[in-house]
């Protein structure tokens, strides 16, 4: 069983940054593709980025290209989305998920590709 604590999420203006960060315990992290996602009120869930296991491959929603920044360290069990240039409109709920197996790079984008998923951080971007 994967266990997953997201943090870092907070209220920010916008043209801000902000960088979540989530913390894997059980289950074999190195292996996993891991991805964040968000949901705002009344809108359904949104893949914004992920990495490989290895961390070789990173995809990034359409919304987010050139402003995220997603990094994984296998040593210490993390993954970490850096958010830049913050717009009102990335306010949401963000979500850690890890894949419970090894998967390939077009599968990250896939809510359905994963196992396991924390319970959120909130990020509030005002304009």
């Known amino acids: 069983q994967v266990t997953l604590v997201e943090f870092g999420g907070g209220l920010v203006q916008a043209g801000g940054s902000l960088t979540l960060s989530c913390a894997a315990s059980g289950g074999t992290f190195s292996s996993a593709g891991m991805g964040w996602f968000r949901q705002a009120p009344g809108k359904e869930r949104e893949f914004v980025a992920g990495t490989t296991s290895s961390g070789a491959y990173k995809y990034y929603g359409d919304s987010v290209k050139g402003r995220f920044t997603i990094s994984r360290d296998n040593a210490k069990n993390t993954v970490s989305l850096q958010m830049n240039s913050l717009k009102p409109e990335d306010t949401a709920l963000y979500y850690c998920?890890?894949?419970?197996?090894?998967?390939?790079?077009?599968?990250?984008?896939?809510?359905?590709?994963?196992?396991?998923w924390g319970q959120g951080t909130q990020v509030t971007v005002s304009s």
């Open positions: 998920a890890a894949s419970g197996q090894y998967i390939t790079a077009p599968a990250l984008r896939y809510s359905r590709t994963y196992a396991y």
